[in-house]
């Protein structure tokens, strides 16, 4: 499968709290889409948060978000990693 990392812009102020809980959220769906996320980082200042994922495609992770009610607003494939 894919590597993906995919960008939130809008989530100023989160907590940790929040991210644990969004996170939780795509973990209890991703199955249904065949996606695995495996990290989430956040900046509450920008409002910036970053997942890491395995997926077969970006749509999977771009609909699992969607459903939880974050829509990520890029999704990137990591295609080089060291």
């Known amino acids: 499968?894919?590597?993906?990392?995919?960008?939130?812009?809008s989530m100023?102020?989160?907590?940790?709290e929040d991210l644990k809980a969004a996170h939780q959220?795509?973990?209890d769906i991703q199955g249904e889409e065949g996606v695995d996320f495996q990290q989430a980082w956040a900046d509450p200042t920008t409002g910036h948060v970053f997942c890491l994922s395995e997926a077969p495609n970006a749509e999977a992770v771009r609909r699992i978000h969607e459903r939880t009610g974050h829509p990520a607003d890029q999704i990137h494939e990591i295609t080089i990693t060291v």
């Open 25 to 27: 959220a795509d973990l």
């Open 1 to 9: 499968m894919a590597k993906f990392m995919d960008v939130h812009t």
């Open 12 to 16: 100023t102020g989160v907590s940790a």
